[in-house]
């Protein structure tokens, strides 16, 4: 089972970038994936999760009206489209699934630095 992150890097205060995550090794179009971010000395932040089918989409308050969460079951691959970006935004972003309640799986993480 593995997650790969990609499209992090730096952007300047009021831009976008589009991170996804790659899966594999398990039935991706069954499982709602979520993504969650780090910043630099805080703990874990749920930012979005998204269901199998795509259908039921949910965001944390600090990140709602500016990212979007989508997925492509055919290409096993979600994204986080992220817009209008701000200092605090810069983190450590992991897609994660929870396989089962006990069993979940985390990416390796991207970073996304929002810097002028």
């Known amino acids: 089972v593995q997650l790969v992150e990609s499209g992090g890097g730096l952007v300047p205060p009021g831009g976008s970038v589009r991170l996804s995550c790659v899966a594999s090794e398990f039935a991706f179009s069954r499982y709602t994936m979520n993504w969650v971010r780090q910043a630099p000395g805080k703990g874990l932040e749920w930012i979005s999760d998204?269901?199998?089918?795509?259908?039921?989409?949910n965001f944390a308050d600090s990140v709602k009206g500016r990212f979007t969460i989508s997925r492509d079951n055919a290409k096993n691959t979600m994204y986080l489209q992220m817009n209008n970006l701000k200092h605090e935004d810069t983190a450590v972003y992991y897609c994660?699934?929870?396989?089962?309640?006990?069993?979940?799986?985390w990416g390796q993480g991207t970073q996304v630095t929002v810097s002028s």
């Open positions: 998204i269901n199998s089918g795509g259908d039921n989409i």
């Open positions: 994660n699934v929870q396989l089962t309640q006990a069993v979940g799986v």
